[in-house]
């Protein structure tokens, strides 16, 4: 079955920087595309990034473009959220999603003063 294992959320103050990951198992991994998504309180769960098998074809939200960067490492079965120049809009638990309707825990990630 699809396992997906969010890591690296915490509090950051704005202006700073965390890394996401998410470790996969359960599917052949580098066959299918992964996402990360992220939800707010009060708000619906939204699509953050994307990126295809193989890493070349990546999207975003318009909210986060130029300053977070989906890539993933298909010898680990991982994929990553770089996020930079974080602001307080951008505290929200962080989930990865993947093929079947495959879905993480999540990981808080705050940012605040």
């Known amino acids: 079955q699809v396992q997906l294992v969010e890591s690296g959320g915490g509090l950051v103050q704005p202006g700073g920087s965390l890394r996401l990951s998410c470790a996969a198992s359960?599917?052949?991994?580098?066959?299918?595309?992964m996402s990360w998504y992220r939800q707010a309180p009060g708000k619906e769960r939204e699509l953050v990034a994307g990126?295809?098998?193989?890493?070349?074809?990546?999207n975003y939200a318009d909210s986060v473009k130029g300053r977070f960067t989906i890539s993933r490492d298909n010898t680990k079965n991982t994929v990553y959220l770089q996020m930079n120049s974080l602001k307080p809009e951008d505290t929200a638990v962080y989930y990865c999603?993947?093929?079947?309707?495959?879905w993480g825990q999540g990981t808080q990630v705050t940012v605040s003063s």
């Open positions: 999603k993947g093929p079947f309707g495959g």
């Open positions: 359960g599917f052949t991994f580098s066959r299918y595309a």
């Open positions: 990126i295809g098998t193989g890493g070349g074809s990546r």
